[in-house]
């Protein structure tokens, strides 16, 4: 159809290509804004409101809520939350690494062993936590075999304890570790490795001067996103940790149910969300110094 | 009251009264009434017009009905016979906690028409002029309560709550497992039992039971008491597997956990599937409490609200819900229908039991200290 | 020529695999389990997916999820592919783009909580009921990072030349677009409106701040179950999910290989 609306439409959207732009971008924009951004404002404006009795808030602006936050009991918190991430993200590296090296390695299954470790991904992550509290509770199946095969006296708590948070936390991001540093892996070229071979240079001396550097942007981009998703982390230590176990995640959302400070909530909320911009920033630096030396 | 409405009508009656916040506190703190007040002077500056009047005639019967309540904590068909007899469709949601119905109550979810809370929530909501004024014209049934449920010490003259179910806090225990039954609270101290005991996921609760093992009130506000009940709560949680309220009933059963802080009728629920359950009232005294039916000021649907609490009054449906719960009815025509229905405390207990009252301004204290034992 | 990977790089590889995938497998097996509390294998039983059937709840969240999950998925798949478009041909400063591209990400490393938090503050405060429309709409925020990010990354990566040739030919912007980009395109998108469903399907975190009266989605009930219960309609319904999600990627990669057609241009 050549009618003229059309070619008007068009010739108008020709003369003036920023409004195309705009009106693509509008919605979306618009949604972000509203809903995305706008929050993130209101959320700062009641950090530094003071607290209603009954919770809620009134007028006014003080800091307390924040100066709170750097109490020992919430630094705390937050050190043992940072704790956990590091942690996690050094045994889904230890883990993760020797998965993405085999996947690259791997030929004509290629496809089926990217296809598996992509499927836990897919996956709810409310099941696969339940799954892991099926498996680890008193009267669950791996206490069930510890019993049979003469390894325990009697049940082994395993849930409701840090090792537990700790296993989910792998459980749920290790898939997260492996792709980015399959990726930069696959882009290895062999004549590299075929170079250093004809050279002299033995297995282990091989994999560390080339494969290991050439592998860093994937290797630090799998640590971004394991690190950061643990750093938030709300459900795992909550379900697998018996209520005992506080991270950040957890202290914003009892503000927010149990006790009711919207506020001091919102403070935390904040010191959260600036840590793990803080780590993203840290990240893609040494990401793409880590790429520019390779 | 909704956070964002107390911005600008508090400064407005700050500035107007000229107190200072602090004596603002003090007052609001001290008087229970002077408070009501305030609340409905800062609800008539509210922007909100869609809200209708609190004493306005009920219309007619709405066909549909949200109710919010503790979770195993109703009969089976309570909620199927209600529908099938007044045409109404009833949306049935659950809460494990005072604190999660005033969280959701005080976020502004307005959806809710009927909600369960204990005694001393009602105080805070009607603090907080979140309730809506009961019609007794539309409560013929009203009648069927004991006189001392008529009246209570939480609302006072009874004109916004109706009595739903009572009951006591305790612990409970495995009577094949645990050689002898535990006395007190100081059960949870005991290293036999490590990692098979749980408390409730509940600060009033937990912080309650301790400061009454060291004798003080479980309405104590006095800083040396609760730092006292959180040092004793930090060594029970070394021995304790996990923190958790009603879902305890779960692991007792199957014995994942031997010793657990619950209350009488959630014992009694699972001594359905585990006969090996009894319940103990801890010998440092615990907690009496009470629910009600209320109905939230934003309720879509209060004719039907009030249907479903003069339902609720019939001894027949009352006599059911306490023999499906365990708990304590307030409905004296119901306790004569049961079997065994959960008596009243004896004298001897009565003394040592006490009634949760709102904290006001010692919530934050109390906050803190929970803080402290969930993060120790 | 190919190097032989280390025997102990397989052996932990292999680990891995089972680590990840054992746990879910057992919850499928055991929920056929003829058993109400044991861990060991008794019989065979379909008891639990019958007990499902019989608990409104359960239903009732599936079909919210589902609900919420459609119209958050193709309104979250429009405005995204909208704005990748908007990013990738956009005639703007190159510093303006690369912020906008930067911020797109934003929202996908944003805590959960951080993101249920400052939504139940925002219709807090304007006053918007919460329910299924306010569940929707944090949905949408979240989902169109994802599907702008997808489809970026496949406009990114497209070839440009066909549309080129297309306009060479005498077709206008409009029809090259339809007929030679929204092809090419198509896989992106449902790639990211696949990873947005799930997203939404799955969430929890998110809906449990936002949620109000009767709004319980799917997620929400199976959490209540997952504290709560200790029998195995817990596995049935764990499975039931499984299913559901591998359904739909299996429909959303058949729907990809088939393109819409491309016709004639001109």
């Known amino acids: 159809m050549t009618g003229s609306p059309r070619r008007v439409l068009l010739e108008w959207l020709h003369r003036r290509p920023g409004i195309g732009t705009g009106v693509l971008a509008a919605p979306a924009g618009l949604w972000l804004v509203a809903f995305f951004l706008v929050p993130l404002l209101v959320m700062a404006a009641y950090s530094w409101m003071p607290r209603g009795i009954y919770g809620g808030v009134e007028a006014g602006i003080t800091a307390e809520h924040y100066r709170r936050f750097f109490e020992p009991l919430y630094l705390r918190i937050l050190g043992r939350t940072l704790l956990w991430a590091v942690g996690a993200t050094a045994i889904c590296l230890a883990l993760g690494y020797p998965v993405a090296y085999a996947i690259a390695r791997s030929g004509r299954w290629r496809r089926w062993l990217l296809f598996l470790v992509i499927l836990p991904f897919w996956t709810s992550f409310l099941v696969r936590t339940f799954a892991l509290i099926f498996l680890l509770r008193d009267t669950g199946l791996l206490n069930g075999w510890l019993l049979r095969l003469g390894l325990a006296a009697e049940p082994v708590p395993l849930l409701y304890t840090p090792f537990a948070v700790m296993v989910g936390l792998v459980h749920g991001y290790l898939p997260l570790m492996v792709l980015p540093i399959y990726a930069s892996l696959e882009k290895l070229d062999p004549a590299l490795l075929e170079a250093a071979e004809v050279l002299g240079a033995r297995p282990w001396a091989r994999f560390r001067r080339v494969v290991l550097p050439l592998s860093r942007p994937g290797v630090i981009a799998g640590c971004l996103l394991v690190f950061v998703p643990s750093l938030g982390a709300y459900l795992t230590p909550d379900l697998l940790g018996g209520a005992k176990q506080v991270m950040v995640g957890n202290l914003v959302q009892s503000q927010f149910a149990t006790a009711r400070n919207w506020p001091f909530g919102a403070a935390v909320s904040f010191v959260l969300m600036a840590l793990v911009l803080v780590a993203v920033l840290v990240f893609l630096r040494a990401r793409d110094r880590a790429g520019a030396e390779g | 009251m909704r956070p964002a409405d107390g911005l600008p009508a508090l400064a407005r009656a700050l500035s107007h009264g000229r107190i200072s916040r602090r004596a603002f506190v003090r007052r609001a703190t001290a008087l229970g009434a002077g408070l009501s007040t305030i609340g409905t002077l800062l609800a008539a500056c509210r922007p909100r017009a869609d809200a209708p009047p609190p004493d306005a005639p009920l219309g007619p019967l709405e066909s549909r009905l949200n109710i919010y309540n503790w979770s195993d904590y109703i009969a089976d068909d309570t909620v199927r016979n209600f529908e099938r007899e007044f045409g109404v469709e009833v949306r049935y949601d659950t809460y494990e906690s005072n604190e999660d119905l005033l969280a959701r109550l005080q976020a502004g979810a307005t959806g809710y028409d009927l909600v369960v809370p204990t005694g001393y929530a009602i105080e805070v909501l009607r603090a907080t002029d979140l309730l809506a004024p009961l019609h007794r014209e539309h409560l013929p049934n009203w009648g069927n309560l004991a006189p001392l449920f008529q009246d209570s010490v939480f609302d006072p003259g009874s004109a916004y709550s109706v009595p739903w179910q009572w009951g006591t806090t305790g612990i409970a225990y495995r009577t094949d497992l645990v050689p002898e039954p535990p006395a007190g609270w100081g059960v949870f101290h005991d290293r036999r039992y490590a990692r098979r005991m749980t408390q409730m996921d509940d600060p009033r609760d937990v912080i309650g039971a301790w400061l009454r093992y060291r004798g003080h009130s479980i309405n104590s506000t006095d800083r040396p008491a609760l730092q006292s009940a959180r040092d004793d709560a930090l060594v029970a949680k070394r021995l304790l597997k996990a923190y958790v309220s009603a879902p305890v009933k779960a692991q007792l059963i199957v014995g994942d956990v031997w010793i657990a802080q619950l209350w009488n009728g959630d014992t009694v629920q699972a001594q359905a599937e585990q006969p090996a359950l009894a319940y103990v009232l801890p010998q440092e005294g615990s907690t009496i409490w009470a629910d009600y039916l209320v109905i939230p000021r934003s309720a879509p649907h209060k004719r039907a609200a009030h249907e479903f609490m003069n339902y609720a009054l019939r001894p027949e449906v009352a006599a059911a819900v306490s023999r499906f719960t365990g708990y304590g009815t307030p409905n004296v025509a119901a306790a004569g229908m049961l079997d065994r229905p959960v008596p009243y405390p004896t004298a001897g207990e009565l003394g040592r039991l006490e009634y949760q009252h709102d904290l006001g301004a010692a919530t934050a204290l109390w906050d803190q200290t929970w803080t402290e034992i969930k993060s120790g | ?266």
């Open chain 3, 1 to 266: 020529m190919r190097r032989a990977v280390p025997g102990w790089v397989l052996g932990v590889a292999g680990a891995v695999y089972a680590f990840l995938h054992l746990p879910v497998l057992i919850i499928v097996v055991f929920s056929f389990n003829d058993s109400k509390f044991s861990a060991d294998w008794v019989g065979f039983t379909l008891e639990w997916y019958r007990r499902l059937f019989e608990r409104p709840d359960l239903l009732r969240g599936l079909r919210l999820s589902l609900l919420v999950g459609g119209i958050s998925t193709v309104v979250a798949a429009v405005f995204g592919t909208l704005l990748a478009l908007a990013l990738s041909r956009g005639r703007r400063r190159r510093g303006a783009r690369s912020l906008a591209e930067g911020l797109l990400y934003v929202p996908v490393v944003t805590p959960e909580v951080v993101v249920g938090v400052s939504l139940l503050m925002v219709f807090a405060v304007a006053g918007i009921p919460l329910g299924i429309g306010s569940i929707t709409i944090a949905h949408i925020a979240f989902n169109i990072s994802f599907v702008a990010i997808v489809v970026l990354a496949r406009l990114e990566g497209m070839d440009r030349t066909l549309e080129e040739a297309a306009m060479v030919l005498g077709a206008d912007e409009l029809t090259a677009f339809r007929r030679i980009t929204v092809p090419q395109l198509w896989p992106a998108i449902l790639a990211g409106g696949l990873l947005a469903f799930t997203m939404s399907f799955d969430d929890y975190v998110i809906t449990s701040f936002v949620a109000g009266a009767g709004s319980s989605t799917l997620p929400i009930v199976v959490y209540g179950m997952v504290r709560r219960t200790v029998e195995p309609s817990v596995n049935a319904i764990s499975t039931l999910i499984l299913v559901v999600t591998a359904v739909l990627i299996f429909v959303a990669d058949r729907l990809a290989q088939a393109r819409p057609p491309a016709g004639r241009v001109g």
